[in-house]
């Protein structure tokens, strides 16, 4: 072989190929400019062993000092790039292509600890790609992000979307490594898959979180890795394409994040928790601080109807949430109503009615500083750069406003942010608004209910009574459950407990009218079968009269439990339509059941009911109640039952502790139904308190009669109602003779009044009647009704009791 000779007119030799780790010269520089690192690669370009620089100033390696400008504009930068003349060990000077990556920030946080890895490629050239200039020019302008590497891993091609994707030119990337390039973990687990590739030949893929250079939010990208074969299916390199889907990921971020409040918010009628619900659901993903705000008084429809908002603008903090524990960013406390300036972006959006992003800039800084310091104060403290407030709007009125801010995340809010902040506060607005009127139409079927059950229990002598309502839990609302105390004639005295179905101002007021029909019934002493009775047909004709716009009649469901107990015969007779029977307690006994036929509930029409009658020991407990004490989820009617049962068999002689003791273990929390408990403890009017006499059907009896009912008052002490007592004897002995049928008693008895009965075996009632002038009688029971208290008819199974009670004085 002949070797030509070479002339002057040759051109320089090419650099050895490099391979290897000694492909590419690094150093590193601390910040105080001092070398700290020193690579193969980098002796092999400039000459210098690593104990030669390491410990020396970098700027010794330059060929000009850089200028004090120069040095200055490398503070903030994250990474520089450029061209740069060095100088060799041995004197000549070395054009390089530098690329600069600044690493950490030190403890402090200012920037002081970090350092500069610098790299540059040690060969200049590279050995050219094989294929027409077509597919060159196809992988240059190609919208995909692609790059050919080699076997060793070393960037041969980047196409132009690669070069603007990391802000350098094919030139400055060349024959660098991807973890060269871009400095995260993510570029070690893409050499990883790329050394995959080379080995398997099998494509990979990864998708990666990036934050690139000069972008303020990380970026995700799917990328591929492809094995490049040559025609002998060699793998040759590796061709790696990326495509940004960034914002088919937040896309999808969003959608989940509207599903999540779907499901999330609105999961109660509480207004409180409903705001509290979309601040949870917001924060993290949408926002580092939410704060919810309401208009203080969110009752009130003609303010929240208002076409001008007052100024300035005062909202109720309800409810806030932050990425930071504690909250520490709330200026305003919860439950607070403070005052918002009208240029802030609270005040803003709720006056134009709008949602706006208003980026923190240091003009609006300094205008928050003069008109809301502390505010100000905290957000420059913890960096606020973005904030979203969107006015919380339903059904036409507004409610407040919702504002999500932007601390720890770098991206500001964009239009994107703005569409979904809207959507979550929508959701939430609605739901608010729901439980507003929920909470306003609960208070007024309270006030309705309260109003219509007893205030107080009216004074008698027969039992001691204590009683309990508790209406339901916010979830089913306000019940028609009822009890009621109803002094009877002859000292008796009626029980009742009911129970409308449903809940809200519909059932309240039902309640209300059947509470009123009861002590009508009462008031005609009707026995409990009859009372109950009529009490369903008037159900039935309240059903009737409901009928709504369709034609079809809206049913009033109910049930009710009516006894009638008498002191001096100690006996109880009731009678239950549908309504949970009663329990009894005598002294010394365990408590039990009563077997009352059950009837079915009201406005089922048409069917028969019956009453029982039982004799009840002086000082016994009677338990009346409605369905909600004694069945729950979880738990059937017969447990409930069987746990009263042994709550009263240790109940003490308090009639109000017993029933704190009732309902604090039968229903420790919420009750989900309305409760009514009653609790009778029955008292006796013994033979001191009762006088009775067989009247014979003869005119000439009456003297007698009246003589001997003197008599018995002068024994009680009761001289000074004498007159008016033996005028009421003679006047309802003499009617009785005359008109009614024997046998014919008079009895009195003495309770907190007087009461004169006398009965007969005839079922005609006498009326009151006007006499006129010259009458010789009818004025009877006109002077009866003037001087007694009351006076009235009650029939029996045979006959009549005609009766009148005087008022004692003392």
Sequence with gaps: MT?????????????????????????????????????????????????????????????VEPAAETLRSL????????????????????????????????????????????????????????????????????????????????????????????????????????????????????EHLMRRVLETGEQQHLRAVLQLAGEQRESLWSVSLTPVRDPYRTVRGVLLSAHDVTEEHLARQRLALVAEAGVRIG?????????????????????????????????????????????????????????????????????????????????????????SIQQVTRAGMARWATEAPERAERMRRFGFHSVLAVPMRARGITLGVATFS??????????????????????????????????????????????????????????????????????????????????????????????????????????GRLRTAVRTLADVDLPPDELVTHLDDLVNRLSAESDDPSGSVADIGATCLYAVYDPVSRRCCMARAGHPAPVLLTPGGEPRVLDVPAGPPLGLGGLSFESTEIEVPEGSLVALYTDGLIEARGRDIDEGIDALLRVLARVGPSLESACDTVLGTLLPGRAEDDVALLLARTHVLDSAHVAAWDVPPEPSAVAGIRSRASRQLREWGLQEAAFVTELVVSELVTNAIRYGEPPIELRLILDRNLICEVSDASSTSPHLRRARAYDEGGRGLLLVAQLCQSWGTRHMHRGKTIWAEQTLSG
């Design 3 to 63: 070797l030509s000779g070479s002339t002057g007119d040759e051109p320089t030799a090419r650099p050895e190929q490099v391979d290897g780790e000694a492909a590419t010269a690094r150093g590193v520089v601390d910040a105080h400019g001092m070398v700290t690192g020193w690579s193969e690669g980098a002796r092999r370009l400039l000459g210098y062993q690593a104990s030669e620089v390491k410990g020396r100033s970098a700027t010794a390696l330059l060929a």
């Design 75 to 190: 503070v903030g930068l994250s990474r520089w790039s450029g061209t740069v003349n060095l100088r060799h060990r041995d004197g000549h000077l070395v054009p390089v292509s530098l690329l600069a990556h600044r690493r950490g920030q030190g403890p402090s946080g200012d920037g002081s600890g970090h350092d500069w890895l610098v790299v540059s490629p040690v060969a200049h050239s590279f050995p050219e790609l094989d294929g027409d200039s077509l597919l060159g020019w196809s992988l240059t302008h190609s919208p995909c992000t692609m790059a050919l590497y080699d076997t060793a891993l070393r960037l041969l091609r980047a196409n132009a979307d690669m070069e603007r994707v990391m802000g350098l030119s094919e030139d400055e990337m060349r024959g660098l490594r991807v973890s060269e390039i871009v400095l995260h973990p993510e570029s070690d687990r893409t």
């Design 267 to 355: 999961t109660t009628l509480d207004l409180v928790r409903t705001a509290q619900e979309l601040a949870d659901v917001a924060v993290g993903q949408l926002a580092d601080f939410v704060t919810v705000d309401l208009l203080p008084d969110i009752e009130d429809d003609q303010e929240l109807h208002a076409t001008t908002l007052p100024s300035p603008v005062m909202l109720r903090r309800v409810a806030n949430q932050s990425v930071l524990p504690g909250c520490p960013e709330a200026v305003v406390a919860l439950d607070t109503v403070a005052v918002y300036p009208d240029t802030s972006p609270a005040a803003e959006c709720l006056v134009s009615g709008q949602p």
């Design 406 to 511: 932007r601390h720890r995340s770098p991206a500001p809010f964009e239009q994107d942010d703005l569409l979904l902040g809207q959507e979550l506060t929508a959701r939430a607005a609605l739901s608010i608004d729901n439980a507003r009127r929920y909470t306003r139409e609960r208070d007024t079927a309270l006030t309705l209910q309260s109003s219509l059950l007893p205030q107080r229990i009216p004074r008698q002598a027969a039992v001691e009574v204590a009683t309990r309502y508790l209406p339901a839990s916010a979830q089913a609302g306000v019940g028609g459950d009822w009890f009621d105390v109803i002094p009877l004639s002859g000292a008796r005295v009626a029980l009742v407990v009911g129970d409308v179905v449903g809940h809200g101002i519909q059932a309240s007021a039902s309640m």
